[in-house]
Nanobody, 120 residues
């Protein structure tokens, strides 16, 4: 069982930045595929970014968001720059305990979510 705890959400003005963090349990974190997803009001959950041996991004965030990981701290980050009102959503961290090229779906573990609100 993997536990995920997100932090770093909040309210920011359009054009601003936030950094989300997700701390994971487990002794083999370096082999996890880690992802970020979001759900905006009235919309379905969507893929944002993922990292294992490479990094992967949704087109809507490419060039603005950066995913990274610190294996020594069992933590994955999502640096969000140039935020837009349409980025407003609950952001979820997700994990698979193995490396895979399938990074946009099929996650086994989920965090509780953290709210990001971008005002115009």
């Amino acid at each position: 069982q993997v536990q995920l705890v997100e932090s770093g959400g909040g309210l920011v003005q359009s054009g601003g930045s936030l950094r989300l963090s997700c701390a994971a349990s487990g002794r083999t974190f370096s082999t996890y595929t880690m992802g970020w997803f979001r759900r905006a009001p009235g919309k379905e959950r969507e893929f944002v970014a993922a990292v294992n041996l490479g990094t992967y991004y949704a087109d809507s965030v490419k060039g603005r968001f950066t995913i990274s990981r610190d294996n020594a701290k069992n933590t994955v980050y999502l640096q969000m720059n140039s935020l837009k009102p349409e980025d407003t959503a609950v952001y979820y961290c997700a994990a698979k305990t193995y490396l895979t090229i399938t990074v946009r779906s099929g996650y086994d573990y989920w965090g509780q979510g953290t709210q990001v609100t971008v005002s115009s």
